[in-house]
């Protein structure tokens, strides 16, 4: 079994920073990669960013210039910077894993490893 477990959201005004953070552990054999969502009220839960085991980051274009994803492979770990936040970033963040997992005995490999959600709230 595995799990992850999200840290760091909260109230902030617009143009404020928030630092997410999310631990994973358990039956891991690796993470290929590491991503974070958002799940607006009402809407479904979208990509903000991911990052691969070698390092190579991606972002929703409303991502690009103020956040920055970083992992410690070693630890799995990784974190989201988000800087100049906007009232629309408001949601709540899930960390999602990628990897290769053991279990009963054999590896399996799942996209669908999730944290329980931690809520950002931007205020104008």
């Known amino acids: 079994q595995v799990q992850l477990v999200e840290s760091g959201g909260g109230l902030v005004q617009a143009g404020g920073s928030l630092r997410l953070s999310c631990a994973a552990s358990?039956?891991?054999?690796?993470?290929?990669?590491m991503g974070w969502y958002r799940q607006a009220p009402g809407n479904q839960r979208d990509l903000v960013a991911t990052?691969?085991?070698?390092?190579?980051?991606n972002y929703a274009d409303a991502a690009k210039g103020r956040f920055t994803i970083s992992s410690d492979n070693a630890k799995n770990k990784w974190d989201l910077q988000m800087n100049s936040l906007k009232p629309e970033d408001t949601g709540v963040y899930y960390c999602n894993a990628d990897g290769v997992y053991y279990s009963g005995g054999s590896l399996r490999r799942s996209s669908d490893c999730w944290g329980q959600g931690t809520p950002v709230t931007v205020s104008s």
């Open positions: 358990g039956s891991i054999f690796s993470i290929n990669a």
């Open positions: 990052i691969i085991s070698g390092g190579r980051a």
